[in-house]
């Protein structure tokens, strides 16, 4: 079984503060994502990657920065917290690109911006 | 541009009943198709996929058919589940420009005793 893992579970930040999320995964595999889950918007893709040092804007990146120091890691960085950037946070991993593919998901990283 | 929709937010059935969530999709480019299901406070997994037009795809008792001429790709289980609730989510490939996957808004199926 693939394994995504994603520190912290929960957060709560302040307005303004630096917020960053960690992904490790352990499946060997090329690509990893993150999305943000609200209610009404279902899963939208915020940064991308498919090889350490290198990320990809997804479909809503702004407000958002993403690092991928090795294969196994992947993070999502706000500099500057907003309100709006409360939601779930789920990385995700897959062998190779979307098509097709599989997508592994972390078990989520619920976010509370005061 | 590519686009998913699932047009019931919520479904409530009795336990024993059959189900068929809706997902249609518009893309210009051969689709591939997800459903992934999540359930209460646990990460999003793959339920099943396909890009074979008029086969039925099936798992763990759901089906569906991906049917390119309505572009349609439907779940149906004839017997829901307690088990069974949670938030089931259509996606869509298309292999285009940043493989990216278009997810729809969900659909949560809340199924009683």
Redesign the interface.
């Known amino acids: 079984e693939a394994a995504?893992t994603q520190s912290p579970r929960s957060k709560v930040a302040v307005t303004g503060g630096k917020v960053t999320l960690s992904c490790h995964q352990t499946n060997n595999h090329d690509y990893m994502y993150w999305y943000r889950q609200d209610t009404?918007?279902?899963?939208?893709?915020i940064h991308y990657s498919y090889v350490a040092d290198s990320t990809?804007k997804?479909?809503i990146p702004d407000g958002y920065k993403a690092s991928r120091p090795s294969q196994e890691n992947f993070s999502l960085i706000l500099e500057l917290a907003s309100l709006s950037q409360t939601a779930v946070y789920?990385c995700a991993s897959s062998e190779w690109?979307?098509?097709?593919n599989?997508?592994y998901?972390?078990?989520?990283t619920r976010l509370s911006v005061l | 541009g590519d686009s998913v929709t699932q047009t019931e937010g919520l479904v409530t059935l009795t336990k024993g009943l059959p189900v068929m969530l809706n997902c249609t999709y518009q893309t210009t480019y051969s689709p591939?198709l997800f459903w992934?299901v999540q359930h209460l406070?646990?990460?999003?997994?793959?339920l099943l996929?396909s890009?074979t037009d008029n086969k039925r795809t099936e798992h763990q008792g759901f089906y569906a058919t991906l049917h390119k001429s309505s572009s349609s790709f439907h779940l149906q289980k004839s017997s829901v589940q307690l088990s069974d609730s949670a938030l089931y989510?259509c996606a869509l490939?298309?292999?285009s420009s940043?493989?990216?996957?278009i997810?729809?808004?969900?659909t949560l199926l809340s199924v009683k005793p």
């Open positions: 995504v009404g918007h279902g899963l939208r893709l990809e997804g479909d789920f690109g979307f098509s097709q599989t997508l998901f972390g078990a989520g | 591939f992934y406070n646990e990460a999003p997994k793959l996929k890009s989510f490939s298309d292999g940043g493989n990216k996957l997810f729809g808004i969900g």
